[in-house]
Structures are given as C-alpha cells and as structure tokens.
C-alpha cells in the first residue's frame, strides 16, 4: 500500500509568480486536506477536497485554490506569492467516514518565496 | 470555535527520564482529540487519539495521554524517554468543517532529549 506523497520536495519562487504543489493520496482515499505550516508554527488548516468538490475551507484567501481529480490526487495553487506564503505544505489523505480516525500526512513541500 | 493550547514551546529532557507534554483545548462540541509527532524534515505521524471510551489513551512508541473533561486537557505522557523521541509533538482537536471535517493544531512542543 503507497503512502500519501507530495512533489515537488522543495521549491524557490519569487514574490508575485504562481506555484502548483501535488498530493497523491494513499490508495482507496476519496478525501485531501491541505495544511500551511510556518517556520515555527503548528499546521493551519486551508482547504479539504472531496469527491472532487471543495468541502471546507480555513480562513486563506481565494488566491489559495486546489483541484483534485477522478484518482482522488489534489493539487493545491497559489497565484500572486506572497513572502509569507513562505511554509512547508502538508497534504493529508482519509478513507470514506474516517477523517479523524485516520487522516495519513505526506512528507510536505517546503516552498521558499524571495 | 475549537481551538488547542500547547503550553510548553520546548522541553529538555535526559534520556530514561519521564515526560509529559501539556495540551489544552477549547470546544463547544464533542471532542475528539489526537496528538501527532513530527520528526526533522518530515510530515506528521499519529502517535494516538481520543474519540470515545476509556480517557486512558495509549499509543505508539510507549506514548500515551489522558483525556481530562473538567480541566480541558489532553497531555502526552512518557515514563522513559529516549534519544529518538527527539521530535516536534502537536496536539490537535478535530474541527466540524464540511462533512468529513478537519484538524485545528496547537504551535507544537519541541521534545528534545539529552544523553
């Protein structure tokens, strides 16, 4: 059974371009949650996709926008990159009824925004 | 509104010492509550949860934690700690967001264990 994984590992942009990260979800998940993890801070919670459909957001700004597809992977864009976007992104996969229960985290990408 | 205190930023501790790292929360609803570690350069692992039962929780790693309704608390306890619990530990409460819900985190406690 594959785990949740997330690419890029690490990436650089500079201030105002757009960044595409990846999540795919562990095998026989239909739900991807997307946290933002600030040097020093606990994760915070930006967005969840299920069935393909946004179901909840936390409070970031619509330039913050994900998709995810008919194999349940996401992506998550962000446009106009600000310094502070600067985080390591998690994206965490859950099976069908099991979101507390058994939410799995992939190793992150860190971006780094000059 | 859920929201998690963790109210230890870093903890030194000796190696073979005991451990507990102190999780408060606040929530209008039904807790369910969850304690994950996070290791350099890594995503973040579960170590236990709280859903229902037993306010006895035991983990992975020889962690466990203690559900404590009246004081509003979830700490993480270790009788002996070694040099590979060095790790970053959050403590989270589940959120009522959507239908399949999220997780609020506290800032995290850097767990560093000494020889």
């Known amino acids: 059974e594959t785990g949740v994984t997330q690419s890029p590992t690490h990436l650089i942009k500079t201030r105002g371009q757009q960044v595409t990260l990846r999540c795919s979800s562990q095998s026989g998940h239909n739900t991807v949650s997307w946290y933002q993890q600030a040097l020093g801070q606990g994760p915070q919670f930006i967005f969840q996709?299920?069935?393909?459909?946004?179901?909840g957001r936390g409070n970031f700004p619509p330039r913050f926008s994900g998709l995810q597809f008919p194999n349940y992977s996401s992506e998550l864009n962000v446009n106009a990159l600000e310094l502070d976007d600067s985080a390591l992104y998690l994206c965490?996969?859950?099976?069908?009824?099991?979101?507390?229960?058994?939410?799995?985290f992939g190793p992150g990408t860190r971006l780094t925004v000059t | 509104a859920q929201s998690v205190t963790q109210l230890d930023s870093q903890v030194p501790v000796f190696e073979e010492a005991p451990v507990e790292l102190r999780c408060n929360y606040s929530s209008s609803v039904s807790v369910y509550l969850f304690w994950y570690v996070q290791y350099p350069n890594q995503g973040l692992q579960l170590l236990l949860k709280?859903?229902?039962?037993?306010?006895l929780v035991k983990g992975i790693n020889g962690f466990e934690a203690e559900f404590n309704k009246s004081q509003t608390s979830f700490h993480l306890r270790k009788p002996s700690v070694h040099i590979s619990d060095t790790a970053e530990y959050f403590c989270?409460?589940?959120?009522?967001?959507?239908?399949?819900?999220?997780?609020?985190f506290g800032k995290g406690t850097k767990l560093s264990v000494k020889p």
């Open positions: 996709y299920y069935r393909e459909e946004e179901n």
């Open positions: 989270a409460v589940a959120n009522y967001g959507g239908s399949q819900g999220n997780l609020i």
């Open positions: 965490a996969s859950s099976a069908p009824g099991t979101a507390f229960d058994e939410q799995y």
């Open positions: 709280y859903l229902s039962g037993s306010t």
